[in-house]
């Protein structure tokens, strides 16, 4: 069950967000059939609730000289893990990390200009424990809308 409730009309706001989050407020209000004021008022409850969690632009990392894509799994021992997380943050390259469970501590996404520049990253990551990598051979799918459905409890 979702922490925060959802009426049809947040829903339309998400949704309209999730295809254009650069619509001005009347623009959405338009398009949800709401006034600018009140679609203003639930946008920044959604925000402050957290189920809006920012707004940005999405890069196409190969055009900017990042063709290689892989995720690398790290199979750490609990006390280096503060030592994944700072070097995760720490590194561009890194896109995303998971804390996991199985015979891996973390999943990194990583990007890197070369397979030379992906070899130092997990030379880098096998500093904390043994590595596992896979290089994507095709442009990941990375899905940017979710849809909102109404669950049969109504939420």
Same mark, same amino acid.
């Given at each position: 069950?979702?922490?925060?409730?959802?009426?049809? /009309?947040?829903? #339309?706001?998400?949704?309209?967000?999730?295809?254009? %989050? &650069? !619509?001005?407020?009347? $623009? @959405?209000?338009?398009? =949800?059939?709401?006034?600018?004021?009140?679609?203003?008022?639930?946008?920044? /409850?959604?925000? #402050?609730?957290?189920?809006?969690?920012?707004?940005? %632009? &999405? !890069?196409?990392?190969? $055009? @900017?000289?990042?063709? =290689?894509?892989?995720?690398?799994?790290?199979?750490?021992?609990?006390?280096?893990?503060?030592?994944?997380?700072?070097?995760?943050?720490?590194?561009?390259?890194?896109?995303?990390?998971?804390?996991?469970?199985?015979?891996?501590?973390?999943?990194?996404?990583?990007?890197?200009?070369?397979?030379?520049?992906?070899?130092?990253?997990?030379?880098?990551?096998?500093?904390?424990?043994?590595?596992?990598?896979?290089?994507?051979?095709?442009?990941?799918?990375?899905?940017?809308?979710?849809?909102?459905?109404?669950?049969?409890?109504?939420?």
């Amino acid at each position: 069950m979702p922490k925060v409730m959802l009426d049809a /009309r947040d829903r #339309a706001i998400l949704d309209a967000l999730q295809e254009d %989050a &650069r !619509l001005s407020f009347a $623009a @959405l209000a338009r398009k =949800v059939g709401m006034s600018p004021p009140a679609v203003a008022e639930r946008v920044r /409850r959604l925000e #402050a609730e957290g189920v809006i969690q920012g707004y940005g %632009a &999405r !890069l196409n990392l190969e $055009a @900017l000289g990042y063709p =290689v894509t892989a995720l690398v799994a790290v199979a750490a021992t609990p006390e280096r893990y503060p030592r994944v997380w700072a070097y995760a943050e720490a590194t561009p390259e890194v896109r995303e990390c998971y804390f996991v469970t199985g015979e891996a501590s973390f999943v990194l996404r990583v990007v890197a200009r070369s397979i030379d520049d992906l070899r130092r990253i997990i030379e880098d990551l096998g500093a904390f424990g043994s590595t596992r990598t896979s290089v994507a051979l095709k442009a990941p799918l990375i899905k940017t809308r979710f849809p909102l459905v109404e669950r049969p409890d109504g939420s």
